[in-house]
């Protein structure tokens, strides 16, 4: 076992092992020995000022020793010269830099991360042996103005991303929507999942309160009911909002019902309306249709109504119903 680890230890010295003090194997040991004593300090004395500083010191030496390190290292790719350094250095940059504000700030260390690679990758460009500082010739200008587009293209599209991250986290039932005519967004899913529009939520906990507040009702208190169907669609709505989570696109869904049908069957139709970001313009409406009946009443006592309220609600509508059907059929 003992000679295991000192075989270990002598193949790692001879890869790291600095050919002269100067040297970018001497900053990654630097690095390694940084963080080992911020380590060290940590268990012995627990100074968070030290403990820092010496972690920090071990982050700047990496970063560095490895930029130094793949300075020179390229390969080829569809006729392009890449050199990975650049990018290497400044994803440590960014960890480096961005570490504290990360759970508040997720996307500023990867949409930084392009724009201080193509900084790292300039430095070069406008140094000479000595060093000194040089201007870079028309080739040099026009590789860096390269480089700092396709950079600003990158920093954008992972800013984009956030942005559509952040968007169905205030939104979730936009996942349910359609993505045919946009030029940025594909749903992969082979079809519509209609259950991760938050209008499905809305509509099954309309049944469970419409079912609560008319199963065992009487006829003439279930018409009374539904002669205001208005305003107790607009009790229940308030009901949901009070019930469920609390997200942006709570303000943009509304619940609707109407009433349809004659004594002693009647048919409540409960539409959840979205009018948030869609690709129909004027939103749309998931439907959930509930049959009201009257069942008599077996043994009732003498003062009892002899019918009362059944209510069967079926499924919710498979398809998003463009909500401008709902006026086309109402002007019909």
């Not at 193949?11 to 194997?25: A, D, E, I, N, T």
């Not at 790292?120 to 040099?140: H, M, Q, T, Y």
């Not at 519509?192 to 209008?199: A, E, F, I, W």
């Not at 009946?293 to 003498?302: C, E, G, S």
Request: net charge negative; glycine share 6%.
């Amino acid at each position: 076992m003992l000679d295991a680890i000192k075989r270990f230890f002598q193949q790692f010295w001879s890869q790291f092992k600095p050919p002269h003090w100067f040297s970018w194997q001497t900053l990654i040991l630097l690095s390694l020995y940084s963080w080992g004593m911020s380590l060290l300090n940590s268990v012995l004395s627990d100074t968070e000022f030290v403990q820092d500083f010496l972690a920090t010191m071990g982050w700047i030496f990496l970063t560095l020793g490895v930029g130094w390190a793949l300075a020179d290292v390229k390969f080829e790719f569809l006729g392009l010269t890449i050199y990975p350094g650049p990018w290497i250095t400044g994803a440590l940059t960014c960890t480096f830099l961005f570490e504290g504000v990360r759970d508040e700030f997720p996307a500023l260390s990867f949409v930084s991360w392009p724009l201080i690679s193509a900084a790292i990758a300039a430095v070069p460009k406008f140094l000479k042996r000595g060093p000194e500082f040089k201007v870079p010739d028309a080739k040099g200008r026009q590789e860096l103005v390269i480089l700092f587009l396709v950079s600003i293209i990158l920093s954008c599209w992972f800013s984009f991303h956030f942005l559509l991250q952040d968007w169905l986290g205030d939104y979730p039932s936009i996942l349910a929507d359609r993505f045919d005519k946009s030029a940025f967004v594909i749903n992969t899913a082979r079809r519509l999942r209609v259950s991760d529009s938050r209008g499905v939520l809305i509509l099954n906990l309309a049944e469970t309160i419409v079912i609560d507040q008319l199963e065992g009702r009487s006829l003439a208190e279930t018409e009374l009911w539904l002669f205001n169907v208005e305003s107790r669609v607009a009790d229940i709505e308030t009901q949901i909002l009070q019930r469920i989570s609390s997200l942006e696109e709570n303000v943009l869904w509304s619940l609707e019902g109407s009433v349809s049908g004659d004594a002693p069957r009647y048919t409540l139709d409960l539409r959840s309306v979205w009018q948030g970001p869609s690709s129909y313009p004027e939103g749309y409406f998931l439907q959930k249709s509930c049959l009201i009946t009257q069942q008599l009443v077996q043994n009732r006592p003498a003062a009892s109504p002899p019918t009362v309220s059944q209510v069967a609600c079926g499924p919710i509508s498979d398809d998003l119903v463009p909500l401008g059907s709902i006026t086309a059929s109402q002007g019909s």
